[in-house]
């Protein structure tokens, strides 16, 4: 990578991580600045985010997802490996957001946003990176399982986690709060026969109210459970 020497004056001052073009103070005129930006990007000094935002240094996954997510956390899949409850290794980025959606490329990975509205929050930080909670991250994935791997590596991350008697707390809280019923009678069948305690199982299927019939394609067997108002079977 060879610079010309105003490549190189700009880019010693430019701070690490992520910036926005309007916050630089370099005396450059704006037209000038934003073309030497645009040389260091196209030349793998700087990577650029979205319009105006630039990132430099080592980009880490998270930092990089979270830089463009407008508040969102780090969470689904990428929740799980975090918190060493996945072994696979993912190439690609979940954040969670209130309301935006997409795929962003980075070098040597991807980001995915993906919106979850009402339920937008259970956030922890750690190291300036905000991840969702052990128990929000398990929430979110029954919310979306597809993104946590399946119900079965779901389950079988859960299984792993062994979580406290106040994070079965705090899951039961978000569970209650959703408006989604159909959520909560999923979420109860599958976890019938897991490891959630029989408190939590009993105050889950009272907060169902009158049950819609729900479908649920996971389970070894065919069958109707009548507690939870789901059918269910025949993907194991």
């Known amino acids: 990578m060879r610079l010309t020497v105003s490549e190189q004056k700009l880019l010693e001052t430019l701070p690490n991580g992520s910036f926005f073009t309007g916050e630089l103070r370099t005396g450059y005129k704006k037209r000038y600045l934003a073309e030497l930006l645009c040389r260091l990007a196209k030349k793998g000094a700087l990577i650029r985010l979205k319009n105006g935002q630039y990132f430099k240094g080592r980009m880490d996954p998270f930092t990089a997802g979270m830089g463009l997510s407008d508040g969102g956390y780090v969470g689904f899949a990428s929740a799980l ?44 930080e750690e190291k300036g990176v905000r991840y969702s909670t052990r128990a929000k991250t ?89 507690k939870w108002g789901v059918y269910h079977g025949s993907n194991s």
């Open 81 to 124: 490996k975090h918190y060493g409850l996945l072994d696979e290794e993912l190439s690609r980025v979940f954040i969670a957001t209130e309301n935006k959606r997409g795929i962003k490329d980075f070098p040597g990975f991807d980001a995915e946003f993906v919106p979850i509205g009402e339920d937008f929050y259970g956030v922890t």
């Open 138 to 226: 398990f929430f979110d994935c029954f919310k979306k399982p597809a993104i946590a791997g399946g119900y079965g590596k779901l389950l079988e991350a859960l299984r792993r986690a062994n979580l406290a008697k106040t994070e079965w707390e705090e899951l039961l809280y978000y569970l209650q709060q959703t408006k989604s019923g159909s959520l909560r009678q999923r979420t109860g069948l599958l976890l019938e026969g897991q490891q959630a305690p029989g408190w939590f199982l009993k105050k889950l299927c009272a907060s169902l109210g009158r049950k819609s019939v729900v479908i649920l394609a996971y389970g070894k067997t065919k069958g109707f459970s009548k």
